[in-house]
């Protein structure tokens, strides 16, 4: 009953505020693919649906630095209305030597950076609280994560291939050969840096080309958009969507402001 209930009253995130994405600084680009901001709207609060993307994220979400653990499936957190909310998403590769932490460890959670260990959170906690306007919370925030990355190690290079595999819909198969690895060394690695094993992430990154393709201008049938997609058929991508998260095709474009095209 409570998963029906989402299905009528969830709303995708890019929905329920102004979200921006920002290319970060160079000396950024090996562990962060994005900077990101989210200004909530004011208003009752909604109930928000975090969609998985493959990804694990650091946010300043009232004052405090937290870490976005990969999920499996939608989240729900709870939000306060016109809060602004920062964020750095990790590299493919990045996120567990960064955070000295198996992303095993970290599904489906968003655990405080301080508990994770790193011992300049609370000094960057402190001087991030003095600095109430968003866009220069921004700039800080990039600037603090430089001096905490600059002695960090290259992100694993094999991290980044299987990431692409999957964006690319290329099978998990074909990765063995090209990383001189065996299957069990390919889980063992998809479960220290992404959380999940290869087909899981496949599954997650199939879900966002769909969520790409909905936000083109362009429109095309519901079956059409399961193909360009990568899933078998349109029930594949129904129940695929439906289990990631808790809406249909049919709602996701709606929600998004396109229409579907009649055949």
Not at 31 to 43: I, Q
Not at 44 to 52: G, R
Not at 104 to 113: M, Q, R
Request: aromatic fraction near 6%; include cysteine; charged fraction near 25%.
């Amino acid at each position: 009953m409570a998963t029906e209930r989402r299905k009528d009253t969830a709303l995708l995130a890019a929905r329920a505020g102004r979200y921006r994405e920002y290319a970060p600084p160079p000396p950024l680009r090996r562990h962060f693919s994005r900077l990101w901001s989210h200004a909530l709207h004011d208003g009752p609060p909604a109930m928000v649906a975090i969609v998985p993307d493959g990804y694990c994220d650091l946010l300043l979400i009232g004052g405090r630095l937290v870490v976005a653990g990969p999920d499996r499936t939608a989240a729900f957190p709870v939000l306060q209305p016109a809060a602004t909310v920062i964020g750095a998403r990790f590299a493919p590769g990045a996120a567990a030597p960064w955070l000295k932490t198996p992303l095993s460890a970290l599904v489906g959670c968003s655990v405080p950076l301080g508990d994770i260990g790193r011992k300049d959170t609370a000094e960057f906690e402190a001087r991030l609280g003095d600095c109430p306007d968003p866009s220069a919370a921004m700039a800080l925030f990039g600037r603090l994560l430089e001096k905490a990355t600059g002695d960090e190690a290259e992100p694993a290079r094999d991290a980044a291939v299987i990431f692409a595999a999957a964006d690319s819909a290329r099978p998990a198969s074909g990765l063995l050969d090209r990383l001189g690895m065996s299957e069990r060394q390919l889980r063992r690695r998809c479960h220290h840096h992404f959380g999940y094993g290869a087909k899981t992430l496949e599954r997650i990154r199939r879900f966002q080309r769909f969520l790409d393709l909905c936000r083109r201008p362009e429109t095309m049938p519901l079956a059409r958009l399961a193909l360009e997609a990568g899933f078998a058929d349109q029930p594949h991508m129904t129940r695929e969507v439906g289990e990631l998260s808790t809406l249909t095709p049919a709602a996701i474009l709606g929600q998004l402001g396109i229409r579907e095209r009649p055949d």
